[in-house]
């Protein structure tokens, strides 16, 4: 991978370049995870996702390869940039949510799972972006900046206006579409739209992995990994990290905190839509009094009008009674 574009999906892609789903075979080791029951920690778990990509590299490879659209030849090496320790204590402040991965010592990724909806994760995702993207040493060139991906695997829709599964944004001229730069690139997986997969994401297998992150259950996994090497691989992994209590325990903190923030979340929600409301009472009262008003000035104007009216026939009747009381006549007698 020499170059970011070894990267980017093709717009006449075939699907040959991607992860094939790989049949079981007297090579493959048989299943070390339950068969049934429900998964002990979500599979959204940023915690848990972290652990998964750090502890299994093999893991990592696959899933990179398929949001990549690359075969497996193609990823020489992908290599964690900031870990963590696992089951060391973490805070909200010290836990570092996006996972930095160098590929093939080249190219640089910045993966992040997010499942409440902040609503600001365009301008994170930009900001992680541009962060990455400018790591110049003194002395080198602008030549030698890194290509940076950046791709959010998200439990929510960001554009509900249109929805999309697997989406990809890059800078292009406003007027003909042309390239500014392949360096730069976002993607964002929808994992609530996973209906929505189109025959080259389900070619290079990402839905399979966004059903991963969505599985509640061991026969789901069970499921999904009796044609998929990667996502055996993935769930042995995870069946590991869960027999170990650290681990646990940083997976049920982050539950915590995901419960606390969505409560917050939630809380905002409904002072937003209860501000919103009140604006619209606000906006109908004033629509009320605007036509009041509007009305009473149409009543003025009407007594204005009628009241010049009698002011003109007053004077005429002025004017009646100079011309009789010229003519010698006394106006009371007529």
Known sequence: MTQINSCTPSTTFTGTDCISPS???ASMPEFTFPAFGPLPI???NDYLFRAL????NKVLKGLVCSLLHLAPEQLHSAEITNPIELGASVTDKTFILDIKILLNDQTVLNLEMQVINQHNWVERSLSYLCRDFDSLQSGES???IRPV????ILNFTLFPEQPEFYATYQFLNVKNHSLYSDKLRISVLN?????LATKEDKSCQIDAWANLFKATTWEE????????????EAADTIFRLCQDERVRAECRAREDHYRTQLGIQQMMDRQAAALEQRNAEIQSRNA?????AAEIQSRNAEIEAQAAEIQSQNAEIDKLKAWIKAHGYDPTDI
């Open 191 to 195: 994992l609530t739209q996973i209906e």
């Open 53 to 56: 990509l750090q502890r299994n």
């Open 23 to 25: 049949r079981p075979d």
């Open 221 to 232: 996994l069970t499921m999904l990994a009796q044609n998929n090497e990667y996502i055996k």
């Open 142 to 144: 602008y030549q030698a």
């Open 42 to 44: 979500p599979m959204t």
């Open 149 to 152: 991906l950046q791709i959010g």
């Open 288 to 292: 009320e009094i605007e036509a009041q």
